[in-house]
C-alpha cells in the first residue's frame, strides 16, 4: 500500500509559477514510476507528467512541455512538479499516482495504482 499527499496548489497569476509537491509513504517508494495528472471542471482526468523509478526519464503532455518539469527525491519519498509561465487553462485540481516497476505503462487514469487526493490550482488571467 502506498499512500499519497500533494501539496503546493493555490491561486497564482498567470505567467506565475508552483511548485508541487507528492509525499509518498508505505512501500519502497523507488519501485515505483510516479505521474501527475490533473482534472479541470467538467473535464475527464488528464495525464500531465510522468518520471521513471529513478528519475532517469520523463515524460510531458505536449501543451506543458518547456513550462513543467517533474522531478523526485528518492531519499524524501517525494516527487516534484514545478510548473512555470502558467496558464488560465492550466486551472485544475492535480493528482499525483503511482504505478509499480521502472516505469509508467500508460497515460491513462485507470492504468496508475495509487493516488493521492489532489490539490487545487488556480490560475487567473
Known amino acids: 500500500q502506498v499512500q499519497l499527499v500533494e501539496s503546493g496548489g493555490g491561486l497564482v497569476q498567470a505567467g506565475g509559477s508552483l511548485r508541487l509537491s507528492c509525499a509518498a509513504s508505505g512501500r519502497t517508494f523507488s519501485s515505483y514510476a510516479m505521474a501527475w495528472f490533473r482534472q479541470a471542471p467538467g473535464k475527464e482526468r488528464e495525464f500531465v507528467a510522468t518520471?521513471?523509478?529513478?528519475?532517469?526519464?520523463?515524460y510531458y503532455l505536449d501543451s506543458v512541455k518547456g513550462r513543467f518539469t517533474i522531478s523526485r527525491d528518492n531519499a524524501k519519498n517525494t516527487v516534484y512538479l514545478q510548473m512555470n509561465s502558467l496558464k488560465p487553462e492550466d486551472t485544475a485540481v492535480y493528482y499525483c499516482?503511482?504505478?509499480?516497476?521502472?516505469?509508467?505503462?500508460?497515460?491513462?487514469?485507470?492504468?496508475?495504482?495509487?493516488w493521492g487526493k489532489g490539490t487545487l490550482v488556480t490560475v487567473s488571467s
Open positions: 518520471i521513471s523509478w529513478n528519475g532517469g526519464s520523463t
Open positions: 499516482a503511482a504505478q509499480r516497476g521502472v516505469r509508467v505503462s500508460t497515460t491513462l487514469p485507470n492504468g496508475m495504482e495509487y
